[in-house]
């Protein structure tokens, strides 16, 4: 059959929303080239939205409130999700691959629990099930993890994978204004959402960090196996020591190798807010940008950077998965299935070595160095740093340690607020990016 000749690929996209609306607009207008590199005319079959009275930028004999029968058209070849949430697009993408139609979705929240069950569905109708818009937008980053770096091992995946925070952090960073002023003009310049919480409370963060370490371990990581904290107790005092300590404060998502006490291979994944030397490659990614780290015992250190978020920047991460999978249909194959055949044990949060910085508000009065160095101490916790602002009742008390079992820190941590020479134990935020 000559190119001309292929049976159109029919496509069904999911949500016309922030995404969805570049996935339709990138369809129409880029239509010739599609057609020329996935060898056949990829058309809109239609668009499922819940409000199907809105213009849109469509054809509105495209628009349908009924996604679940437009998933299961026999015109239709390919699923594009953009819906968000779970339990909706959970049904309807696995009626898509039930129904032989292979699925591309940004959906990170439905993903991080259930890539297992809709895997599973997909590699029994042998169609593709393509996410790489699910974590860090625009950036590739899933393809790199489950294709070309197949033959290493992967030791740590660490990054900024969220746009929103990241926003946050960097202007409280450049104009030292407390959160909730900077967490505002997110909100009116459209980076935060009306209900920030999965952004600020990292739990959008957490999802990805699942997707990347199940992917970088050959091992099932949902939601639930990731340690999170979220940026909504910093403080523009957090950001001065910070600065004064030359780092800055970022959100990291973190997947990593670590042995146990016999030298057994598990992995961590965890989120929450973090110093970084302002000489770290992660402490220059400011704005809305996302970027990952990856370290690979052959490859050696890898770095993605770029848009994370965004109508457009997604959408092209969605076209890359829809042409892939429409190739595939085109000429047959499929895209690689997710591998967990590693499936590595998750370490708890008390045993992964981690450094912390701890603020106190002290008295300026003999004794209290020496009775806050013997809660380190009595814990093992080797101190790296110690400086003091401030005089008289309102000392302000700033220790940096080395690493320890991060389960040690937190115990010394509470007892540190049960000291009398401590007014009040102010901060306290980990340290990444140090080798100490
Ligand atoms: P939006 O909220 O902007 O759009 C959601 C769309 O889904 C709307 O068009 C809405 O219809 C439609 N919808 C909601 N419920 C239904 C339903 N039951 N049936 C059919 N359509 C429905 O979301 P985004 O475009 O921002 O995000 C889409 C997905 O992409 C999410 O999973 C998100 O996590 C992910 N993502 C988003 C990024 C971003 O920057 N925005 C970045 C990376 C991933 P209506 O228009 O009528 O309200
Ligand atoms: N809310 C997310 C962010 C969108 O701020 O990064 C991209 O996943």
């Keep these: 059959m000559s190119e001309g000749l292929r049976r159109p690929i029919g496509v069904a996209v999911l949500g016309m929303g922030n995404v969805g609306t570049e996935v339709v607009r990138i369809l ?62 959970r049904a309807l993408i696995a009626s898509a691959l039930e129904h032989g139609k292979s699925v591309v979705t940004a959906n990170k929240a439905l993903l991080a ?3 297992g069950e809709l895997a599973g569905i997909a590699a029994t109708a042998k169609v593709d099930l393509y996410f790489e818009a699910a974590v860090a937008g625009a950036i590739p980053v899933i393809r790199p993890l489950m294709q070309s770096l197949a033959g290493d091992t992967v030791q740590r995946v660490a990054g900024i994978v969220n746009g929103t925070t990241n926003f946050i952090l960097s202007a409280m960073d450049a ?17 935060a959402e009306a209900d920030p919480t999965a952004d600020v409370e ?56 670590i042995a ?19 000489t770290h490659p992660l402490a220059a990614v400011n704005g809305a940008f996302n970027a990952v780290v990856v370290e690979a015992e052959n490859a050696g250190r890898l770095m993605f950077y770029g848009q994370g978020a965004g109508g457009a920047p997604t959408a092209s991460a969605v076209l890359g998965d829809l042409v892939m999978a429409a190739r595939n249909k085109v000429h047959g194959g499929r895209g690689p299935l997710e591998s967990t055949y590693a499936s590595l044990s998750i ?17 300026d009065r003999p004794g209290v160095l020496s009775a806050v160095a ?34 040690a820190l937190a115990q010394t941590v509470d007892a540190l607020k049960e000291l009398d020479a401590v007014a009040e134990v102010a901060s306290v935020l980990r340290l990444e990016g140090t080798d100490e």
């Design 28 to 89: 129409i207008e880029k239509a010739v080239d599609l057609h020329a590199r996935v060898g056949a005319p990829i058309e809109l079959r239609g668009v499922a939205v819940r409000d199907v009275a809105r213009d849109r930028a469509v054809d509105p004999a495209l628009i349908t409130g009924d996604a679940a029968s437009l998933v299961t058209s026999d015109d239709v070849d390919i699923v594009v999700e953009l819906i968000g949430g779970i339990d909706v697009p």
């Design 113 to 115: 629990d259930y890539t």
């Design 175 to 191: 104009d030292g204004d407390d959160y909730a002023v900077v967490l505002a003009e997110a909100g009116r310049l459209g980076y």
């Design 202 to 257: 990292g739990y959008d963060a957490a999802s990805k960090a699942a997707i990347l370490a199940s992917l970088a371990f050959h091992t099932r990581v949902t939601a639930g196996d990731v340690y999170r904290e979220g940026i909504s107790t910093i403080t523009a005092d957090d950001l001065a020591s910070a600065k004064s300590l030359n780092c800055t404060i970022k959100l990291l998502a973190i997947c990593e190798r």
């Design 260 to 278: 146990d006490s016999v030298g057994k291979e598990r992995i961590s994944a965890r989120v929450y807010p973090t110093l970084v030397p302002k």
């Design 347 to 363: 370490a708890p949060m008390g045993d992964v070595l981690t450094r912390y910085y701890v603020s106190m508000r002290v008295a």
């Design 374 to 407: 013997a809660e380190f101490s009595k814990r093992d916790v080797s101190i790296a740093t110690v400086r003091q602002e401030g005089a008289d009742e309102n000392a302000r008390l700033i220790v940096v340690t080395h690493r320890a079992p991060d389960a």
